[in-house]
Structures are given as structure tokens and as C-alpha cells.
């Protein structure tokens, strides 16, 4: 059965976002993807970084049912995993012990202004118990500067996930660095990314 999901976002920031990859991925170990939603980055990098293992997660079976379908459709099942069942607030996380000892960094994208901030605060409580020192956390999505939007279109967006639930919203970049340096990673990079959005690179380090 396909149970593929095509989200538009997927189609319009893979090749950027794979841009940033191409500078901090090695070429080997495994990148765990918190959040993967349908699977269609997923598949993208997993082909264009052959060399790595990318381990998808979503706590939503719905989008786990769309990532099975999109390793089956573009004929990756001998390479990649199955999808994790990982909620971040479910404390700790269940990893497989093989996919610990070889990980080299975490990826989450579009993930954290349409959850909770308690997401966010356990999304780097989690990534802290589980990269070594040197390894990265990578957030990808809209965020405030100063508390204020970038864009007008940043304010709209904002507005329209907000009336889906009023706990959700585009985070303010400076509380969500400092959640990380409250965890033990160093702010290393933020890289403009096309339509109003950034690329937060932490690394887990003695700053």
C-alpha cells in the first residue's frame, strides 16, 4: 500500500538544506532524524549522502506509514532503517544500541514551532544524553530575531499555526540558543536559508 505524504515544503528547501549537510556530514556513521514527518527529506539525503545511514523518527504513525512507503518507492530498504517510534518527551529515548555507538549528529526540520516549547527543552536535553563531544544538533525552520519576525510572511505563518493550538508558534532564536547552552552545545553557525527560514548548527562542546 503507498502511504506516502507529499508535504510542499519538502520540494522547496531539500536542495538548500542538503547544501548545509554537504559541510558538517562525515562520510560515515549515522545521522538520527527527530521529526521526519512524511519522509521525503529523508529519502533526498539518504541518496545524495549514500555513505551514511540516515534513521528516520516520527512519534506519528501516520507519517511513520508515509516514511516505510517512501523507503519502499525509492527502493531503500536494504539501506535504511525503519522509522523510530520517538516522541522526545518520552524520556529516555529508546535507540537501538548500534544506532548510538555510531552516530555522528541529529537533524531536526520544521519541527519545534509546531510543538510545545517543552518539545524544544527536551529535544536538547536528549540530544545532550546522546551525541559525544564534537558531534552536532542541526535545526532547521523559521525563527524570531530579538523576539521579532523577519518577514511578514513569517507573521502570517505564525498567526495561522497558532489558531491550530496556541501552544505552538515560531520560537525566538536567542531562548532556543540558550536552551542548548544550557545543554552543553556551542552555537557554531546560523546560515540565512531561503523563504525566511535558518539553519541553527550546535555542537556539543566546552565553550
Known sequence: MDNRLFFSATQRN?????????????KNGLILEI???????????QKRFPEIIWQTSDPDLMHRKSIISWIEY?????KMPQPLDLDVEKVPWQLPLKLANSLQGIVCINMIHVAHWNCTIELFKGARKLLKEGQ???????????????????????????MKNDLWGIR????????????????????????????LIYKKVSC
Open 14 to 26: 531539500r536542495d538548500f538544506i542538503g547544501d548545509v549537510l554537504s559541510r558538517i556530514i562525515k
Open 35 to 45: 521529526g521526519s514527518g512524511s519522509g521525503e527529506h529523508a529519502v533526498v539525503f
Open 172 to 199: 525566538n532564536l536567542e531562548e532556543v540558543s540558550d536552551e542548548a547552552k544550557n545543554n552543553g552545545f556551542c552555537q557554531e553557525n546560523i546560515i540565512r536559508m531561503p523563504a525566511n527560514n535558518f539553519s
Open 74 to 78: 525509492e527502493e531503500l530498504n536494504k
Open 136 to 162: 552536532f544538533l542541526i535545526l532547521y525552520g523559521p525563527f524570531k530575531i530579538g523576539n521579532k519576525h523577519i518577514s511578514q510572511s513569517n507573521y502570517f505563518f505564525d498567526n495561522s499555526i497558532k
